[in-house]
């Protein structure tokens, strides 16, 4: 996103240049426009993130001041009512600059932006790809004193916002030295624009949801369900008029009768155990061998007496019982 800024805002020679806080307010109207070239907003959420003086009052009444000024320069149309501000652009042909939306955003005051746009203006279309700045001009386009322009520019510079290549001196007799140079260092794409520093954030822990595909039906068991389903609907439907106690005692048994009766449950004989599956719990399953006794008779214990003896054999039998061993 780009923020649109008229050459003539920026410029001391023009009659509707704008001061820092003009400058800074118009450019955050700018930011919120949406579609239709309007914005609609309010003087208290703009104080909210906007702040020209400390006190909320009177921060409210600059902030008045200042749409009042933009709307006699010709710049934007607003109009108040019920504490709804609504705001329209108003478009010249005249020369303009898109400034990058991250101009702004790395601003941390009026007076930053003005310099950082007068920059970015002339190092687009000069060949060196800098743009020079005197203090004394300095001054006068944020309109404080030199003094106050220095420092900002000082201050920009030791935040990473604009890098500064010193001028040199003028071989003559008052040994005079030429203005300085500022560039912003992520406009011609090389380096990577300074991010505004944040508070740091605790570590988000992300939560991981195992996430299950659901399973078609064979045609056969669809229709068992959808059967399952009405005749559960129809038969719960006539207990409407019953007490609530006694309703959920019958719809309880209604359930469990049809449950029977369209999902019997599998002989248990037939279920297979997986033991590979068990095996990846770390359990070792293993069935246990039961021997039978042979079963003695009155005739097999006459012919043991009698000496005349047979070999029964032993027989094992696996139990359907399954032992887990830790």
């Known amino acids: 996103m780009e923020i649109l800024i008229y050459q003539s805002m920026i410029t001391l020679e023009n009659e509707k240049k704008l001061t820092p806080n003009e400058l800074y307010l118009y450019a955050q109207l700018r930011k919120r426009m949406t579609y239709s070239k309007t914005v609609e907003t309010s003087v208290e959420i703009l104080s909210k993130k906007l702040s ?3 006190t909320p009052k009177r921060n409210r009444k600059a902030i008045r001041d200042l749409l009042e000024s933009l709307q006699q320069k010709g710049f934007i149309t607003y109009m108040e009512a019920d504490g709804v501000v609504d705001v329209a652009f108003v478009y010249f042909e005249e020369n303009f600059d898109l400034v990058p939306l991250s101009v702004l955003d790395l601003s941390q005051s009026p007076e930053d932006f003005m310099v950082l746009a007068f920059v970015f203006r002339h190092q687009k279309y000069t060949f060196t790809k800098t ?3 005197a203090r004394d001009y300095a001054g006068k386009l944020l309109e404080c004193s030199e003094a106050t322009a220095r420092n900002i520019l000082e201050e920009l510079v030791n935040k990473g916002q604009l890098v500064k290549i010193a001028g040199k001196f003028k071989e003559d007799e008052l040994n005079r030295k030429e203005a300085n140079q500022f560039k912003i260092p992520f406009i011609n794409g ?3 624009a300074p ?7 605790k570590p988000q822990v992300t939560e991981v949801k195992e996430v299950i595909e659901p399973v078609e039906e064979e045609p056969a068991q669809k229709q068992l369900t959808e059967q399952y389903e009405l005749e559960l609907a129809e038969r719960l439907k006539s207990l409407e008029k019953l007490p609530p106690k006694i309703r959920a ?3 309880k048994s209604i359930k469990q009768e049809l449950h029977e009766k369209y999902f019997p449950k599998q002989n248990e004989e037939n279920v297979e155990i997986d033991y590979s599956a068990l095996q990846n719990e770390k359990v070792a399953y293993k069935p246990r061998l039961v021997e039978e006794k042979p079963k003695f008779d009155r005739e097999h214990l006459q012919q043991i007496q009698n000496g005349n003896t047979r070999t029964v054999p032993t027989t094992k039998t696996t139990d359907s019982t399954v032992e887990k061993v830790f």
């Open 52 to 54: 020209f003086l400390k």
């Open 131 to 133: 743009c020079m700045l």
């Open 190 to 192: 090389t380096e990577e």
């Open 195 to 201: 991010q505004p520093m944040k508070r740091a954030e």
């Open 249 to 251: 005692v019958k719809e």
